[in-house]
């Protein structure tokens, strides 16, 4: 069955980096689009980031654009979220996300939180 699992979340200082990780499985993860999304308790989920299947093209949100960089390894069936000069508003439950077929498929998230 279709699964995506995060890491590389954690505990970092204001204007630090992490990167996450999104680990597909159970689909030819190379032939959609993914994204990643962000949530806060209380919030909506947020879209952050897409990237679509083959790499060239993404979208960031206004929040996080010049910041964040999101990329894919279709060898590795892995999708990246490259996160730099963190914020303490960047601090939330980060979910990687593909639409397959006509199902909407989310992994279980990783948290970033960013304080000093």
């Known amino acids: 069955q279709v699964q995506l699992v995060e890491s590389g979340g954690g505990l970092v200082q204001p204007g630090g980096s992490l990167r996450l990780s999104c680990a597909a499985s159970?689909?030819?993860?190379?032939?959609?689009?993914m994204r990643w999304y962000r949530q806060t308790p209380g919030k909506e989920r947020e879209l952050v980031a897409s990237i679509n299947s083959v790499g060239w093209h993404t979208n960031y949100a206004d929040s996080v654009k010049g910041r964040f960089t999101i990329s894919r390894d279709n060898a590795k069936s892995r999708v990246y979220l490259q996160m730099n000069s963190l914020k303490p508003e960047d601090t939330a439950v980060y979910f990687c996300n593909a639409w397959v077929g006509l199902h909407n498929y989310w992994g279980q998230g990783t948290q970033v939180t960013v304080s000093s």
């Open positions: 159970g689909f030819t993860s190379s032939d959609y689009p």
